[in-house]
């Protein structure tokens, strides 16, 4: 299964014009095939800006730098250097995915001048504390899931299909914190742009909305995402910038020695 | 006036419709009536123990907590882990609940051979023994939870649940009960925490409505019946009283203001203090029937002679009331206010629906020979005795006033909203249950509040809040005490290979040492260096945030780390525990803090404000209403001294009752405070009575021995009529649920008393001695 980078992406190019010019209409599985297809980047790099603000509009800002590379088709890596606030300035997170265990996950402290390993518990975890699990910002595994499509609909101008996504196993459910996701899918670009998530009981937890996307060497990637939490009312928000896509990041800068430098 | 009541005798049948249309109209609003018995709603917005506690409410999203108890010999056993797991997700799942914090869902923070995690300290109920006891390590090596979550016999376990602000937390506390109740199969579990204390106390005053109020109204009808001995007269002043209560509850419910503690006793006191004016009515009624015959004459010239008195004595006990609102806890305010209203309405009543009562009912025929008798007999042989030994009553009482001010100084200002439930009542078990297991199920929050984002990351705060921590732990009644400093000691110490010498807060300044491989000479490298306290810390938590959710801190901190709290569990509820805490928790802020702003807050401290306020602003409320009835008396017999003369016997009261609280360990609180204001209000009226009385009677004789047996006689009687009634009214109070109501009860019940004694016995005993000079009827000098 699993994830990671290829998240921002949900993205897709051709795939969209060879489906509307098909005259059959796509079922939800084949809708989302196209979605997840589209992300065919070897390595990415860029700045991020993780914005979470509470419900008594508290906020507090990450500005980051993140670098990631793929392993294989549906594994990644991804080290994320902490530029601001100062006092964690120079800390790094380094995580490896791995298809059949739990993901390695590694933080350098500059004040201990170490790395610790930090013990990755399921793909629901928060990453970095945010509203965004781990699972949410990696590439979903298309199997995981049982598609439904429903009525199309209009969101903000763009034209969408819409599919429900209903965990294959409680398995997934229990893996991910989700029962159900609804997505709302851009006929134009094939990447997300509003998403409905369920918890385990079923009751609506989450909204995802993209009010950005931009075109990366051919590839729609979601810029900006918004995620709010409606249970406890708090929101995060990813800021991409600078992408820069396939550019070669070197393999070695996802080694915890490279970590340890600093 | 005599127009008025000629009017109202012909409309009778209007003015009975009209009234029993009001009292359909306001019952039906009584639907609308809410019931409010959270304490912070009692307290005027310009105190600042208010202001603190409504500040830090918008800083931290969650202030109320009910803990519930899961208690077993054998708490690890799959059975029970697995009810508490399903009483977790099902209190996560409320809407009412912020968070939950409980033995199944808590993150634990371990140290591993190569770094740190933070987890879950149970994913899965376990089921062997194996995964048992390798789960019971886990949730015990982390020792921020004992007294919290875990028991500190480890046979208990607490579900903390953090309720969200604005929110009903005593709806809340409800519904945890009642899921409680049904889900509990055959484990003991128990609820505490002041939401589960307000829910109660809401179910106390409803019980007590239910059962007091027909108890009331079955003394008021059966007491006058004993005496005038025919229902359907006995009925009018009766429907009065229950009018007068509904037009009440009606009007608050009109204008929103809701029930609470204190106003859940006015029903009583309506039914008490308004059926005086129609029994007073009544007796003359009865007495007049001797001499007039034709039933439009004989209600007229009664209410012609009776609606001075009538007016007179409701408007010195509304002022009685009203006086309540020097007080500015509001829920004693809206006592004043209502009760005062409620008066009101009786007054109204007792001069319209009595009056069109009687002239629709039959004249009494056969009432000559019951009427009277015994009682004046024994009126005589009591003046006789006063008469005689005036000196000996006179020391009497100077003696038992001796006493009674003797008895002030032993009066303790003590309140516990826990021990105003009956010992065995299941909110009382449970928090002595959790009193003895867990950290207490009472709390103070000290608020650090910081001036720029981050503040409470610096070393030298949180090393004061951690001093503050470790000391105030050591004090009686505080069982516990949790706050951010806890998770910065534990990782420091995680990070540092568990060593205990590192479960401490970093200092400015820390020497670190570090290894790492040098590729160049194939060798470990050994590195020692220095870092700053505060980055240690920010990456701490920037470690810890790394596997938490984004409000894991939201209850501790402030989500910039501007302001913290600590919050220490209290295993007591009286008011001189909490006080000594508080006193000195303010003394070792100033000490040590140096500059470092820091405040109390929390529902206990709420506590401590309003008795202080209720104490401090009753005293004053006596001294108005005190003076008001002087003013109003000396205003209506048109003399200074007879002023003096009416609020001597009030006086008496007041003394005699603080001298019972004193000698009989009745704690001054709140609720027996507000006994005086209610003294006044209706204990002066015996005295008005007597002195009215007595200065015709003495105008008629100018001798005081003459007018005293003459007072007694006429007047006397029928006060001690009337003061039995009231008293046994109030007596009612006696079997509240709620110790603080019903020793309020016993204290009104005294007051009635105390002040016809005072009217019946000081009055003309120093009316005989002084002799005092009365002006002429009519008020003339």
């Known amino acids: ?262 | 006036m005599a127009s008025y009541f000629r009017f109202v005798i012909r409309k009778a049948g209007w003015v009975l419709a009209l009234a029993f249309i009001i009292t359909l109209f306001l019952g039906y609003e009584i639907k609308n009536l809410k019931v409010e018995t959270d304490i912070s709603a009692a307290l005027p917005k310009g105190v600042p123990a208010k202001r603190l506690y409504d500040k830090v409410g918008k800083i931290f999203p969650s202030r109320d907590f009910i803990l519930v108890v899961v208690e077993s010999n054998n708490l690890f056993q799959t059975r029970v882990i697995a009810k508490i797991q399903a009483l977790t997700k099902h209190f996560e799942d409320m809407p009412d609940v912020y968070s939950v914090m409980s033995p199944t869902n808590a993150k634990i923070i371990l140290g591993t051979k190569e770094g740190i995690d933070v987890r879950d300290v149970l994913t899965q109920v376990p089921q062997t023994p194996e995964e048992m006891a390798a789960y019971r390590k886990r949730l015990l090596s982390d020792n921020i939870f004992t007294g919290n979550i875990i028991s500190n016999d480890h046979k208990a376990a607490g579900i903390m649940l953090f309720l969200k602000k604005n929110i009903h937390a005593r709806e809340a506390a409800g519904e945890v009960i009642s899921y409680i109740k049904k889900n509990k199969g055959d484990l003991k579990i128990l609820a505490t925490g002041k939401p589960v204390v307000n829910y109660y106390l809401a179910k106390g005053m409803d019980t007590d409505m239910r059962r007091l109020f027909p108890l009331a109204i079955l003394v008021v009808f059966f007491i006058p019946l004993f005496r005038f001995k025919r229902i359907k007269m006995v009925l009018i002043p009766l429907a009065v009283v229950i009018f007068s209560v509904i037009w009440t509850f009606g009007v608050m419910a009109l204008v929103h203001s809701p029930l609470s503690h204190s106003t859940t006793i006015m029903p009583i006191l309506l039914i008490s203090i308004g059926v005086a004016d129609g029994i007073h009515i009544l007796n003359h009624y009865f007495s007049n029937s001797r001499f007039i015959k034709e039933r439009d004459k004989l209600v007229h010239f009664t209410m012609m002679e009776l609606h001075g008195p009538v007016i007179m004595t409701s408007v010195t006990t509304m002022i009685g009331f009203l006086a309540l609102n020097t007080s500015r806890v509001t829920s004693l305010l809206q006592l004043g206010i209502f009760t005062s209203v409620g008066v009101f309405f009786a007054m109204i009543l007792s001069i319209s629906f009595i009056p069109a009562g009687l002239s629709l009912i039959k004249v009494p025929t056969q009432l000559k020979e019951a009427h009277g008798g015994r009682l004046e007999k024994l009126s005589h042989t009591y003046a006789k005795i006063l008469i005689r030994y005036k000196w000996a009553v006179l020391i009497f009482i100077i003696v038992i006033v001796l006493l009674s001010i003797a008895g002030i100084p032993r009066i303790k200002l003590e309140s516990s909203d826990i021990e105003n439930f009956p010992p065995s009542h299941p909110l009382r078990l449970a928090t002595a249950e959790v009193n003895d297991h867990f950290a207490g199920s009472n709390y103070i929050d000290v608020v650090v509040e910081g001036k720029t984002p981050g503040y409470i990351k610096n070393p030298f705060v949180l090393k004061k809040m951690a001093m503050l921590e470790d000391s105030i732990k050591t004090l009686p009644y505080v069982g516990g005490a949790i706050s951010l400093v806890d998770f910065i000691r534990r990782i420091n110490q995680v990070l540092h290979n568990n060593n205990p010498a590192y479960y401490r807060i970093p200092n400015e300044t820390e020497t670190e040492t570090t290894r790492y491989f040098d590729a160049a000479t194939g060798k470990w490298v050994h590195e020692t260096y220095t870092v700053s306290g505060r980055k240690l810390i920010a990456q701490y938590l920037q470690l810890y945030e790394m596997s938490g959710k984004p409000e894991d801190f939201a209850n501790l901190v402030d989500y910039n780390y501007e302001t913290a709290k600590i919050t220490a569990f209290l295993r007591t509820s009286k008011r001189t525990h909490l006080k000594k805490i508080d006193t000195w928790t303010r003394g070792f802020i100033k000490r040590h803090f140096d500059g470092i702003k820091a405040d109390i807050t929390g529902v206990s401290e709420l506590y401590l404000a309003v008795n202080d306020l209720i104490v401090s602003g009753q005293l004053k409320s006596i001294f108005l209403s005190l003076f008001l009835v002087f003013l109003l008396t000396a205003l209506m017999f048109r003399s200074f001294t007879g002023g003096l003369f009416n609020v001597l016997p009030l006086f008496f009261a007041m003394f005699l009752n603080f001298a019972v609280m004193g000698w009989f360990g009745i704690y001054l609180n709140l609720m027996t405070m507000v006994t005086s204001s209610i003294a006044i209000g209706v204990g002066v009226d015996y005295a008005i009575h007597f002195y009215h009385r007595y200065r015709m009677k003495f105008t008629e004789s100018h001798d005081y021995e003459n007018a005293t047996d003459r007072t007694m006689e006429e007047a006397g009687v029928a006060i001690f009529i009337n003061a039995l009634t009231v008293a046994a009214g109030f007596a009612i109070l006696l079997f509240s649920e709620f110790k603080g109501i019903s020793l309020m009860g016993l204290l009104i019940t005294l007051t009635m008393v105390w002040t016809s004694f005072g009217a019946l016995t000081i009055l003309p005993t120093l009316f005989m001695i002084l002799k005092p000079k009365f002006n002429s009827v009519g008020g003339k000098q």
């Open chain 1, 1 to 262: 299964m699993k994830r990671l980078f290829s998240s921002l992406i949900l993205a897709a190019v051709f795939a969209g014009l060879a489906l509307a010019q098909s005259s059959v209409s796509p079922d939800g599985t084949e809708i989302m095939k196209k979605v997840l297809s589209q992300s065919n980047w070897k390595d990415m790099s860029g700045d991020l800006v993780l914005t979470l603000t509470t419900s008594r509009h508290e906020t507090r800002i990450r500005n980051m730098k993140f670098y990631s590379k793929k392993k294989s088709e549906n594994e990644s890596m991804m080290l994320i250097k902490i530029i601001a606030p100062a006092d964690v300035r120079g800390t790094a997170f380094l995580t490896i995915e791995h298809q059949n265990r739990d993901d390695d996950r590694y933080l350098y402290l500059p004040a201990l001048r170490r790395v610790k390993k930090i013990t990755a518990s399921g793909k629901g975890g928060n990453f970095m504390s945010s509203d965004f699990t781990y699972y949410d910002i990696g590439k979903p595994k298309l199997n995981d899931w049982k598609y439904k499509r429903l009525a199309d609909e209009t969101v903000e101008g763009h034209k969408c299909f819409v599919v429900e996504a209903s965990a294959a196993t409680p398995k997934i459910t229990k893996d991910t914190g989700y029962s159900k996701i609804i997505r709302w899918i851009r006929k134009d670009t094939f990447t997300t742009c509003k998403a409905v998530f369920f918890d385990r009981e079923g009751k609506k937890w989450k909204t995802l909305s993209v009010p950005e996307v931009q075109k990366f060497n051919g590839v729609w990637f979601s810029t900006v995402m918004i995620m709010h939490d409606l249970q406890l009312d708090h929101t995060s928000k990813m800021t991409f910038k600078g992408l820069k896509i396939n550019t070669g990041v070197p393999g070695k800068f996802f080694t915890v020695r490279y970590l340890q430098r600093g």
